[in-house]
T-cell receptor
Framework: KQEVTQIPAALSVPEGENLVLNCSFT??????LQWFRQDPGKGLTSLLL?????REQTSGRLNASLDKSSGRSTLYIAASQPGDSATYLC???????FGAGTRLAVHP | EAQVTQNPRYLITVTGKKLTVTCSQN?????MSWYRQDPGLGLRQIYY???????DKGDVPEGYKVSRKEKRNFPLILESPSPNQTSLYFC????????????FGPGTRLTVL
């Protein structure tokens, strides 16, 4: 059964830092991996989708990579801003097995 | 605008009083699903549907029912709600291919007293 783990569970950084959020999964037979952002009490916003044939995807200051062989994905946030404060979730394919998320706080 | 809508957004009810949370998508997606989100447990899938009249259990289906009579709608039914079903619920949809992005509704916060 697919399990998804996210490290760290929480992160607090000063504005301007470059960040790396980690996601690991147990089953390498995945179709895609998706990163989401969730603001408190709100729904999920899709950030990036990496298909299994891809190694990475970029959107603005966000870059997500996928290494199927090691069962890992990373979300890189460049030059973090207070508006990036949220919980970031990664999810495996099909049924979308979610990790517990990384709660990020960026302070001015 | 492509979207998944849920109603109601907030609901407070009492134990045993049947309720339905509606979900609708306007993207002609075949696959729809329901999740619940609880602190410390993350999001867990309740039920999913791969097309009209095709539904199946997810990881935590106990106490829930679903139906898929139309492609765009996928209601979640709690026949006899209990306090342990107090949670934040999300509906999601995507095209059938597993390679596609999944879209989420805004969530329904349910409190069962």
């Amino acid at each position: 059964k697919q399990e998804v783990t996210q490290i760290p569970a929480a992160l607090s950084v000063p504005e301007g830092e470059n960040l790396v959020l980690n996601c690991s999964f147990t089953d390498s037979a995945i179709y895609n991996l998706q990163w989401f952002r969730q603001d408190p009490g709100k729904g999920l916003t899709s950030l990036l989708l990496i298909q299994s044939s891809q190694r990475e995807q970029t959107s603005g200051r966000l870059n997500a990579s996928l290494d199927k062989s090691s069962g890992r994905s990373t979300l890189y946030i460049a030059a973090s801003q207070p508006g990036d404060s949220a919980t970031y979730l990664c999810a495996g394919p099909n049924k979308l097995i979610f990790g517990a998320g990384t709660r990020l706080a960026v302070h001015p | 605008e492509a979207q998944v809508t849920q109603n109601p957004r907030y609901l407070i009810t009492v134990t045993g009083k049947k309720l339905t949370v509606t979900c609708s998508q306007n993207m002609n997606h075949e696959y729809m699903s329901w999740y619940r989100q609880d602190p410390g447990l993350g999001l867990r899938q309740i039920y999913y549907s791969m097309n009209v009249e095709v539904t199946d259990k997810g990881d935590v289906p106990e106490g829930y029912k679903v139906s898929r009579k139309e492609k765009r709608n996928f209601p979640l039914i709690l026949e006899s709600p209990s306090p342990n079903q107090t949670s934040l619920y999300f509906c999601a949809s995507r095209p059938m291919s597993s390679y596609n992005e999944q879209f989420f509704g805004p969530g329904t916060r349910l409190t069962v007293l």
